[in-house]
């Protein structure tokens, strides 16, 4: 080998190194995080998952957990998908304090559009043969002379 070939070769050395640093063992580092996550995972535990949903755990598998989002609402979620174990400091309002006494509008105090029973009858509410009677005889195309 030349005295060329030694720089070039403790360059390569250098980033494998700085590869192996840079990425291969904070990459590990998350795994291991995530295995220890998933396996402190129990029944009322609170989590939050990938996509930023908050629950609580009520039921856990072997590949899934079952998450109760909202009383009475419950959620099937890869274990995978939990990314952390969430305390009260992570949310704005936990779910103990979310209480249902805020008003809500009614119906008729909304600004809907008109359904179509405020608009009158329609082409369905009136049959063919009513159509020939109001038109008058041999305008119905349907009727057959």
Same mark, same amino acid.
């Given at each position: ?87 009260? !400091?992570?949310?704005?309002? #936990?779910? %103990?304090?979310?209480? /249902?006494?805020? *008003?809500?509008?009614? &119906? ?14 329609? !082409?369905?509410?009136?049959? #063919?043969? %009513?159509?020939?009677? /109001?038109?008058? *005889?041999?305008?119905? &195309?349907?009727?057959?002379?």
């Amino acid at each position: 080998m030349s005295a060329n070939s030694f720089p070039t070769l403790g360059l390569i050395a250098l980033m494998a190194v700085a590869f192996y640093f840079l990425i291969m063992r904070p990459q590990r580092k998350r795994q291991q995080e995530m295995q220890r996550t998933m396996s402190a995972l129990t029944p009322g535990t609170r989590v939050m998952t990938g996509s930023g949903v908050f629950g609580t755990v009520t039921a856990i598998g072997e590949k899934q957990a079952v998450l109760e989002i909202s009383p009475g609402v419950e959620l099937t979620v890869l274990k995978a998908a939990v990314t952390r174990v969430v305390g009260p !400091a992570d949310e704005d309002h #936990p779910a %103990e304090e979310l209480v /249902e006494d805020s *008003p809500r509008p009614s &119906p008729y105090d909304l600004d809907l559009p008109p359904t179509a029973a405020d608009l009158g009858p329609n !082409a369905t509410d009136v049959t #063919p043969s %009513e159509r020939a009677q /109001e038109k008058g *005889p041999g305008t119905d &195309p349907s009727a057959k002379e």
